[in-house]
C-alpha cells in the first residue's frame, strides 16, 4: 500500500493533514519527537537533526510531507532524506529559501512546497477566482488573518521569515512592478466578513509578486490581520534585533516565547477566528467587474494541513509537478478538494453591485 510519511504529525499542521489523508484511504506513518500519546505502530519517533533518523523515517515511503517546523532552522534537512529514499516531497512550509535549496539541489523526484494557508492558499484562492472572473482582472486585494492561537514553531518561523526573503512590509504591487513603502498600517479597520475594528499591516510576498505578474494585474495590495498592533511591533523590534545577531538562538526563543504569549493574550475572552477576504476588479461587457471572495474559519493550522494533504493527493495522482503550491496545483480542482474537507466554516463568492452592473450573489460554495 502506499505509505505517506509526515513529519511532525503531532503538531496543529502535521496531524490535520494526517486525518484527511487517513479519510482518503492512505497509510500514514506519523513522525514525532516523542511527545505523541498515540502508541499504535503508525506512529514512530524521528529527529529532523539526526540523518539516521532521518533515512529510517522515509525508507519506504513514497511521498514524505513535513509538517514540522520552524522550516527556517529545519531548511532542507527532510527534503534530502526523501529525495535519497525516492520519496516524492510536499512541505507545508518553505517560500523563498526553499526556492532557492531547490535549484541547488535540481532533485529527480517531485517536490512540492509552500503548501499552507500563506504561502499556499493565500495565491490558489485568487487564482481561482481569476478563473471565474467575467473579464480580464487588473487589481487584487487581499485582507487575512485573524484572533488565534500562535504555535511556538509557528512564532519562530514568522520571526527567521524576517531574515530569509520572504516579502517586504508596507510593500504593494503598482502598475505592474514591486513598489516598496506603498501602503501604511491601519488602526481600526472594518473589513467586510470580520468581527469587530482590527489592525492593518501591508505586506508583499514573493507569492503575491508573481501572482500578480502571471495574472496581468496592475495592481496588488496584501493586508495581515491582527486584533491590534502589538504583534506587529514585536516582529518589527525582534527582525531589527534577529538582523544584528541572526545565529543568536537564546534571542529567537525569547522573541518566539514573547510572540506567541501575545497571541494567547489576544485571545483571552474571544472566540478565535481566522479570516481570508480578496476583492477582485477589472472590465468586462463594457463595465467595471468585482467579485468577492470571504473564506471563515476558526483556526488556520487545519486550513494549512489541508493544502498539505491536497498537495500531497496531487502529486499522487499525477496532476501536480514540481515548485511552489500555488503555482503548481490547479486551483478549480484544489478548491473543490478543499470544500469537501470540514476545514472551514464557509466559502462566499459574490459579484458587487458596481455602477450600470447588475448585482450576482452565488452564495456559499
Same mark, same amino acid.
Given at each position: 500500500m502506499t505509505t505517506i510519511g509526515i513529519v511532525g504529525?503531532?503538531?496543529a499542521v502535521g496531524s490535520a493533514a494526517a486525518a484527511l489523508?487517513?479519510?482518503? *484511504? &492512505?497509510?500514514i506513518r506519523a513522525g514525532h519527537?516523542? *511527545?505523541a500519546t498515540d502508541a499504535?505502530?503508525?506512529w514512530r519517533r524521528v529527529d529532523v537533526f539526526d540523518d539516521a533518523s532521518l533515512a529510517a523515517f522515509c525508507s519506504g515511503c513514497a511521498l514524505v510531507l513535513n509538517a514540522a517546523g520552524p522550516s527556517s532552522l529545519i531548511g532542507d534537512r527532510v527534503l534530502r532524506a526523501a529525495l535519497a529514499a525516492g520519496a516524492d516531497y510536499v512541505d507545508a512550509y518553505g *517560500?523563498?529559501?526553499m526556492a532557492l535549496q531547490l535549484a541547488r539541489l535540481a532533485p529527480t523526484r517531485r517536490v512540492v512546497h509552500s503548501a499552507g494557508v500563506f504561502p499556499g492558499l493565500s495565491? &490558489? &484562492?485568487p487564482a481561482w477566482m481569476a478563473e471565474r472572473f467575467p473579464g480580464r482582472p487588473r487589481s487584487l486585494k487581499i485582507w487575512a488573518g485573524g484572533r488565534e492561537r500562535c504555535t511556538p514553531a509557528a512564532a519562530r518561523d514568522v520571526l527567521l521569515s524576517t531574515l530569509d526573503g520572504f516579502g517586504r512590509a508596507g510593500a504593494a504591487w503598482r502598475d505592474g512592478r514591486l513598489s516598496a513603502q506603498a501602503l501604511a498600517p491601519e488602526d481600526d479597520a472594518e473589513i467586510v466578513g470580520v468581527p469587530g475594528r482590527v489592525h492593518l499591516q501591508p505586506f508583499l510576498s514573493g507569492e503575491t509578486e508573481r501572482l500578480a505578474a502571471r495574472l496581468g494585474l496592475d495592481s496588488a495590495e496584501w493586508r495581515n490581520i491582527a486584533p491590534d498592533g502589538a504583534a506587529s511591533r514585536l516582529?518589527?523590534?525582534y527582525a531589527g534585533l534577529l538582523a544584528l545577531s541572526p545565529d543568536d538562538a537564546e534571542l529567537l526563543e525569547r522573541g518566539a516565547t514573547e510572540l506567541a504569549a501575545t497571541a494567547q493574550a489576544q485571545l483571552a475572552g474571544h472566540r478565535p477566528y481566522y479570516r481570508m477576504v480578496a476583492e477582485m476588479d477589472g472590465w468586462?461587457?463594457?463595465g467595471r467587474r468585482r467579485l468577492r471572495a470571504v473564506l471563515r474559519a476558526e483556526d488556520s493550522y487545519r486550513i494549512s494541513g489541508a493544502v498539505a494533504a491536497a498537495a500531497a493527493l496531487a502529486l499522487l495522482d499525477g496532476s501536480a509537478a514540481g515548485g511552489p503550491a500555488a503555482d503548481v496545483l490547479l486551483p478549480g480542482p484544489t478548491l473543490a478538494r478543499l470544500e469537501s474537507w470540514p476545514i472551514w466554516q464557509r466559502l462566499d463568492l459574490a459579484e458587487l453591485a458596481m455602477a450600470g452592473t447588475p448585482t450576482i450573489e452565488e452564495g456559499a460554495l
Amino acid at each position: 500500500m502506499t505509505t505517506i510519511g509526515i513529519v511532525g504529525a503531532s503538531g496543529a499542521v502535521g496531524s490535520a493533514a494526517a486525518a484527511l489523508l487517513r479519510v482518503e *484511504g &492512505l497509510t500514514i506513518r506519523a513522525g514525532h519527537r516523542g *511527545g505523541a500519546t498515540d502508541a499504535s505502530p503508525d506512529w514512530r519517533r524521528v529527529d529532523v537533526f539526526d540523518d539516521a533518523s532521518l533515512a529510517a523515517f522515509c525508507s519506504g515511503c513514497a511521498l514524505v510531507l513535513n509538517a514540522a517546523g520552524p522550516s527556517s532552522l529545519i531548511g532542507d534537512r527532510v527534503l534530502r532524506a526523501a529525495l535519497a529514499a525516492g520519496a516524492d516531497y510536499v512541505d507545508a512550509y518553505g *517560500g523563498e529559501a526553499m526556492a532557492l535549496q531547490l535549484a541547488r539541489l535540481a532533485p529527480t523526484r517531485r517536490v512540492v512546497h509552500s503548501a499552507g494557508v500563506f504561502p499556499g492558499l493565500s495565491a &490558489l &484562492l485568487p487564482a481561482w477566482m481569476a478563473e471565474r472572473f467575467p473579464g480580464r482582472p487588473r487589481s487584487l486585494k487581499i485582507w487575512a488573518g485573524g484572533r488565534e492561537r500562535c504555535t511556538p514553531a509557528a512564532a519562530r518561523d514568522v520571526l527567521l521569515s524576517t531574515l530569509d526573503g520572504f516579502g517586504r512590509a508596507g510593500a504593494a504591487w503598482r502598475d505592474g512592478r514591486l513598489s516598496a513603502q506603498a501602503l501604511a498600517p491601519e488602526d481600526d479597520a472594518e473589513i467586510v466578513g470580520v468581527p469587530g475594528r482590527v489592525h492593518l499591516q501591508p505586506f508583499l510576498s514573493g507569492e503575491t509578486e508573481r501572482l500578480a505578474a502571471r495574472l496581468g494585474l496592475d495592481s496588488a495590495e496584501w493586508r495581515n490581520i491582527a486584533p491590534d498592533g502589538a504583534a506587529s511591533r514585536l516582529i518589527a523590534r525582534y527582525a531589527g534585533l534577529l538582523a544584528l545577531s541572526p545565529d543568536d538562538a537564546e534571542l529567537l526563543e525569547r522573541g518566539a516565547t514573547e510572540l506567541a504569549a501575545t497571541a494567547q493574550a489576544q485571545l483571552a475572552g474571544h472566540r478565535p477566528y481566522y479570516r481570508m477576504v480578496a476583492e477582485m476588479d477589472g472590465w468586462a461587457d463594457g463595465g467595471r467587474r468585482r467579485l468577492r471572495a470571504v473564506l471563515r474559519a476558526e483556526d488556520s493550522y487545519r486550513i494549512s494541513g489541508a493544502v498539505a494533504a491536497a498537495a500531497a493527493l496531487a502529486l499522487l495522482d499525477g496532476s501536480a509537478a514540481g515548485g511552489p503550491a500555488a503555482d503548481v496545483l490547479l486551483p478549480g480542482p484544489t478548491l473543490a478538494r478543499l470544500e469537501s474537507w470540514p476545514i472551514w466554516q464557509r466559502l462566499d463568492l459574490a459579484e458587487l453591485a458596481m455602477a450600470g452592473t447588475p448585482t450576482i450573489e452565488e452564495g456559499a460554495l
